[in-house]
């Protein structure tokens, strides 16, 4: 397949790599070279068999809009957007695009959101929490995962109150704990990134599944069936 990866930070040049690793063409563009999505046009795109997204949430909006417009299919890695999720999945189905988007692609994530379901049963009257930590750069707190655990936590139980820290120190890939007190006990749930390469090996398998489809998904909806 022939990928095009938005955004030359250290997430969009690992996905990049990890891509050509898997046997794919890649071409990578940075904001730079595409203010506004400007050089997102239907030739362009038409190059490519999906695109793959890990720049700003202030670059994603044009950029989506800009390949749903065009037919492109579009996996989208960055957070901080999901404000206008009802708008682009508008635009998606008016177009009969295809959109797969994540507020995190690491597998050890996934997992984390099921043992979130998992917990809140068992800790009736506890006290909820979250806690992530990120690097200095990332431009949205709390983090896009955070938040998705946040709202996984309170499809159990819409009473819950859970407050969120985050912190941004260093080149912290990214660490997330789910913490449950009651008195002098604490149970905590705790997913911590090595490197970015999970999220670049899971985005890039998200790329592979959406070559042909049409539809608007959410990674966490359908990484099971990436095999």
């Known amino acids: 397949m022939i990928f095009l990866v938005l955004g030359r930070g250290k997430t969009g040049q690992v996905v990049a790599d990890v891509a050509a ?3 794919h063409s890649v071409r990578v563009i940075g904001e730079e070279e595409n203010a506004n999505a400007s050089a997102l046009t239907g030739p362009m795109l038409a190059q490519f068999d999906v695109v793959i997204d890990f720049t700003t949430p202030q670059a994603v909006i044009p950029n ?33 695009g295809a959109l797969l988007y994540g507020a995190n692609f690491s597998i050890g994530v996934q997992v984390m959101y099921e043992l979130a379901y998992r917990l809140v049963p068992l800790v009736h009257g506890f ?14 707190a709390p983090s896009g995962t955070a938040l998705a655990l946040k709202q996984t936590l309170l499809e159990m139980d819409p ?20 913490s ?14 090595i490197s970015r390469r999970s999220f670049a090996e899971g985005a890039v398998r998200a790329a592979e599944w959406l070559s042909g489809k049409t539809g ?7 990484y099971p069936l990436l095999g």
């Open 159 to 178: 009473t819950l109150k859970i407050d969120i820290t985050s912190y941004r120190e260093g080149e912290a890939v990214g660490t997330h704990v789910i």
């Open 216 to 222: 608007c998904y959410d990674f966490k909806e359908i």
């Open 64 to 96: 989506m809009r800009a390949c749903l417009a065009n037919g492109a299919r579009v996996v989208v890695g960055t957070t901080g957007w999901y404000e206008k999720l009802p708008e682009i999945r508008a635009i998606c189905d008016r177009r009969n």
């Open 127 to 140: 006290e909820l929490s979250i806690r992530e930590t990120h690097h200095e750069s990332k431009k949205d």
């Open 180 to 193: 449950a007190r009651l008195g002098d006990d604490v149970v905590e749930i705790r997913h911590e990134a």
């Open 21 to 23: 690793q898997r046997g």
